[in-house]
T-cell receptor
Framework: EAGVVQSPRYKIIEKKQPVAFWCNPISGHNTLYWYRQNLGQGPELLIRYENEEAVDDSQLPKDRFSAERLKGVDSTLKIQPAELGDSAVYLC????????????FGPGTRLTVL | KNEVEQSPQNLTAQEGEFITINCSYSVGISALHWLQQHPGGGIVSLFMLSSGKKKHGRLIATINIQEKHSSLHITASHPRDSAVYICAAQRQGGSEKLVFGKGTKLTVNP
């Protein structure tokens, strides 16, 4: 069974440019998470979806970040415009039910903003 | 002060040594997770525990709820154990959000 798929794996952009990350969760997993991990830090939750509904986006910087999960499967996280401080690894994870107990992580997208 | 603190930040060991990584937390939890992150970013869940002790192969995780402390032990360490080990506290109630520690970078030399 395929794990959580993310693309691209790496992205380098200049500041003020837009960028988008894509995540395909494990088939059948209702809950999808986007995390940001800064260098030397643990992941921080940006947004959590239950099916297509964003149930926790309190940590998402809504002035420049947006996310969607159409049809409750794939998800896209967008930053527009990107800032230097957005350089980080963006991790997607999924779990079978609305629980943090069994999260499966993707490989992440490493974003560098120049 | 972070809600989840790990120690040490970095750990270097020789192959075969017994490894201990510590995690202290200040929030009420329903469970404590140990995760492994290899270079390249992929994270793998190792343990989820709410009391006592769990063992999987050479890995052992323990938790003391009263002291709000957990430890991850690796017996007979091997260079392939080199990774970042992350402790995450699953908050009690509400959204039961995971609060992550900063991780412990383990290097096991042959």
């Amino acid at each position: 069974e395929a794990g959580v798929v993310q693309s691209p794996r790496y992205k380098i952009i200049e500041k003020k440019q837009p960028v988008a990350f894509w995540c395909n969760p494990i088939s059948g997993h209702n809950t999808l998470y986007w995390y940001r991990q800064n260098l030397g830090q643990g992941p921080e939750l940006l947004i959590r979806y239950e099916n297509e509904e964003a149930v926790d986006d309190s940590q998402l910087p809504k002035d420049r970040f947006s996310a969607e999960r159409l049809k409750g499967v794939d998800s896209t996280l967008k930053i527009q415009p990107a800032e230097l401080g957005d350089s980080a690894v963006y991790l997607c994870a999924s779990s079978l039910v609305s629980s943090y107990n069994e999260q499966f992580f993707g490989p992440g997208t490493r974003l560098t903003v120049l | 002060k972070n809600e989840v603190e790990q120690s040490p930040q970095n750990l270097t060991a020789q192959e075969g040594e017994f490894i201990t990584i510590n995690c202290s937390y200040s929030v009420g939890i329903s469970a404590l997770h140990w995760l492994q992150q290899h270079p390249g970013g992929g994270i793998v869940s190792l343990f989820m525990l709410s009391s006592g002790k769990k063992k999987h192969g050479r890995l052992i995780a323990t938790i003391n709820i009263q002291e709000k402390h957990s430890s991850l032990h690796i017996t007979a360490s091997h260079p392939r154990d080199s990774a970042v080990y992350i402790c995450a506290a699953q908050r009690q109630g509400g959204s039961e959000k995971l609060v992550f520690g900063k991780g412990t970078k383990l290097t096991v030399n042959p």
